[in-house]
Structure formats: C-alpha cells, structure tokens
C-alpha cells in the first residue's frame, strides 16, 4: 500500500479539484449597469444588476461612482427591488476634473454580506460644454466589507466558466510534465537499451496526447464563452494544435517500421526533437503575435486578484493530482505493453 501512496494521492487531489472546483461558489459581483452613458451635471438613477449578490438581506449599502484616484461621486437614495437588482442616484459634478474630456468611471459597491465589488468601466461621462458649478466630489471611500465564507472571485465575461481554470490549464501543465519525462526516458533508452524504458516513453506520449485533446476541448468550449466561436484562429490556439499534431506525428514513426529496435530507436530520437519544438510552439511564438489568450501578445496571465488564495487552493493540487493520475494511466499502458512485448517474442496469441 505505502508504495502506491502516490496513485492514491493523485486521486484523491483529482476527487478534491472536481468537488472544490464545482461545489465553491463565487464571490458576488456586478453583472450590468443601465444607463451606461451619462452627462456631467446629471442626476444619474443606475440601475444595478448584480450576480450571487443579497441586496434585500443587506442592512446597509454603499455605492461609488470612481472617476479617478482622488475623485468619487457618493451614491444616494440607494433602494433594492430584489435580492439582485439595486437602484442608486448619483448627482454627477461640473466641470469635470480633467476638462472637456470623457472618462468610463467604475462603480464600487459595498455590503456586509457580499462585501465590495466593483465594475470597471462601468458609466461614460462627458463633460457639460458649460461653465458651471455644480455637485461635489468626494476624495475618499471607506467601509468597505470583506465578503463572508469561501468564494472564487467574481469575473465580467467569465462568470461561472472561471471554473475551467481547474481543468483546462492544469491539464496542459501535466501533458507538458508528461512530454518531459517521456522526453527523459528517451534518452535513457538511447543510452542503455531496454524495452522499459522505450516502453515508458510510449506510454506517457500517449497520455500526454490525451490531456493535449481534452485541452484543446476544454479551451475550445472556455473560448466560445468568452470569444463568441470555439476556434477563432488564435495563436495560441493554433500552435496548440501544431504541437499535438507534432506528437501524434511520433505515434505513426512508430509504426512506419516493423523491426522493434529501429521502431524504438528511432521514435525515441524524434521525441526528443518534439519536445525541443514544443518550447517556441507553447511558450515563444504565441507571444510575439497578437492574441486573446491571457499571459500572450501583451495579455496578462492569470494572477493578483484573477487567480486570489482561494483559487490557488484548488490550482496547485489540481496540476498535481492530474499529474499523477496521468503518470498512473501511463504505468498501467506501460505494463500492458511489457506483457504484450512479452508475448509477442514467445509467438503467444495475447
């Protein structure tokens, strides 16, 4: 039993990403504003849509409209009508502090039972065109509350599909993992022989090709949510693809030969070659072009609030629990392929 602690292990990490992953909720946040156009002298009434939010339940709300560091408008007659929706009246100022130009302001929003939350960009102001004092701008916000219980954070765009960040990217973290090993044993097998390790090298190259498809799938589906298509022909995307393409290459070199030593020989050198590709093709080209893909062409990666300490508990073990049950799947194929090896030199039916 202690020996297999690892297979264990990486199951139950598996187990815990499935139920964390599905069963914590997010954190409440804003969905929608309306009007989102204003003028600089209007008396605003926002209507907010808010998501897992408990307006009624609330005892007391506040709401900003944020115009720049040192610049807030206080929101007034704040009133709810259902547990989602919230109506706030904002007496814009004039002029504005920067003149004669618009500026997108982000609404802040506070409550003792869902916390703050905020929508950037939320209402575009413009300026009067008069010269006319009017409103106050305030210079500071505070009471802000802290929201209760366990929550992943709350994202415009993605919502409840922010939940694929458990499977999509560790899936592509443990192919990569799996390449390198497979990539070690290799070499191994060029130095010193042995079926094993040939074996090993098969083994993990098919599981990697495994959790390649089942992240292009997942990203595909991640992609039609946020992008409006599941495949728009981004860079990512598409060297993504080149790189499972690459390694699907090294399943057909192996049975291009019938001799077992020049099957192994060769396949093993080419996986060498696949994994040296495999850097520019998922880590340097997708940079150095335009994309969509968080952490490529100048978009940043997942982290700070994006990918907050209650994420990172369910991230990290799922990078390793599909690790490892990927390093498990690949010593059950490797052993299925030693007993058929095995046969198959003793002239047995298997």
Same mark, same amino acid.
């Given at each position: 039993?202690?020996?297999?602690?690892?297979?264990?292990? &990486?199951?139950?990490?598996?187990?815990?990403?499935?139920?964390?992953?599905?069963?914590?909720?997010?954190?409440?946040?804003?969905?929608?504003?309306?009007?989102?156009?204003?003028?600089?002298?209007?008396?605003?009434?926002?209507?907010?849509?808010? +998501?897992?939010?408990?307006?009624?339940?609330?005892?007391?709300?506040?709401?900003?409209?944020?115009?720049?560091?040192?610049?807030?408008?206080?929101?007034?007659?704040?009133?709810?009508?259902?547990?989602?929706?919230?109506?706030?009246?904002?007496?814009?100022?004039?002029?504005?502090?920067?003149?004669?130009?618009?500026?997108?302001?982000?609404?802040?929003?506070?409550?003792?039972?869902?916390? +703050?939350?905020?929508?950037?960009?939320?209402?575009?102001?413009?300026?009067?065109?008069?010269?006319?004092?009017?409103?106050?701008?305030?210079?500071?916000?505070?009471?802000?509350?802290?929201?209760?219980?366990?929550?992943?954070? +709350?994202?415009?765009?993605?919502?409840?599909?922010?939940?694929?960040?458990? *499977?999509?990217?560790?899936?592509?973290?443990?192919?990569?993992?799996? *390449?390198?090993?497979?990539?070690?044993?290799?070499?191994?097998?060029?130095?010193?022989?042995?079926?094993?390790?040939?074996?090993?090298?098969?083994?993990?190259?098919?599981? &990697?090709?495994?959790?390649?498809?089942?992240?292009?799938?997942?990203?595909?589906?991640?992609?039609?949510?946020?992008?409006?298509?599941?495949?728009?022909? %981004?860079?990512?995307?598409?060297?993504?693809?080149?790189?499972?393409?690459? +390694?699907?290459?090294?399943?057909?070199?192996?049975?291009?030969?019938? %001799?077992?030593?020049?099957?192994?020989?060769?396949?093993?050198?080419?996986?060498? *070659?696949?994994?040296?590709?495999?850097?520019?093709?998922?880590?340097?080209?997708?940079?150095?072009?335009?994309?969509?893909?968080?952490?490529?062409? &100048?978009?940043?990666?997942?982290?700070?609030?994006?990918?907050?300490?209650?994420?990172?508990?369910?991230?990290?073990?799922?990078?390793?629990?599909?690790?490892?049950?990927?390093?498990?799947?690949?010593?059950?194929?490797?052993?299925?392929?030693?007993?058929?090896?095995?046969?198959?030199?003793?002239?047995? %039916?298997?």
């Amino acid at each position: 039993m202690l020996k297999h602690w690892w297979k264990i292990l &990486g199951a139950l990490l598996v187990l815990y990403t499935l139920i964390a992953g599905f069963m914590i909720p997010l954190k409440p946040g804003i969905q929608e504003v309306t009007p989102t156009n204003a003028q600089a002298g209007d008396n605003l009434s926002l209507a907010i849509t808010g +998501y897992n939010s408990h307006f009624k339940d609330a005892k007391e709300i506040k709401a900003w409209l944020k115009y720049d560091s040192t610049h807030y408008i206080v929101g007034e007659n704040i009133r709810d009508s259902t547990q989602t929706l919230l109506f706030v009246d904002f007496k814009i100022p004039t002029p504005l502090p920067i003149q004669n130009e618009s500026r997108r302001m982000t609404l802040i929003l506070t409550n003792e039972v869902d916390g +703050y939350s905020l929508l950037p960009d939320a209402v575009e102001v413009v300026p009067m065109g008069i010269d006319t004092i009017m409103g106050q701008w305030g210079n500071t916000i505070g009471g802000l509350h802290e929201v209760k219980g366990t929550t992943f954070p +709350y994202r415009n765009i993605l919502y409840e599909t922010i939940r694929n960040l458990f *499977f999509h990217v560790p899936l592509w973290f443990a192919m990569i993992i799996l *390449f390198f090993f497979s990539t070690i044993y290799g070499i191994i097998y060029l130095i010193l022989g042995n079926s094993r390790n040939d074996h090993m090298v098969l083994s993990l190259n098919q599981v &990697g090709i495994l959790y390649g498809i089942l992240g292009l799938v997942t990203g595909a589906i991640w992609a039609n949510w946020t992008w409006g298509e599941p495949w728009s022909g %981004d860079v990512k995307q598409n060297m993504s693809a080149v790189a499972i393409l690459v +390694y699907l290459a090294y399943l057909v070199l192996r049975n291009a030969f019938d %001799d077992y030593e020049q099957q192994a020989r060769y396949s093993a050198v080419y996986n060498i *070659f696949a994994f040296v590709a495999l850097i520019p093709l998922l880590f340097v080209l997708p940079r150095l072009y335009d994309s969509l893909h968080p952490g490529n062409g &100048g978009n940043p990666g997942f982290g700070g609030e994006d990918l907050d300490n209650t994420m990172r508990m369910v991230f990290y073990p799922a990078i390793i629990g599909w690790t490892l049950l990927g390093a498990w799947m690949a010593q059950l194929a490797r052993r299925y392929m030693a007993l058929k090896h095995a046969a198959l030199e003793k002239d047995v %039916d298997f």
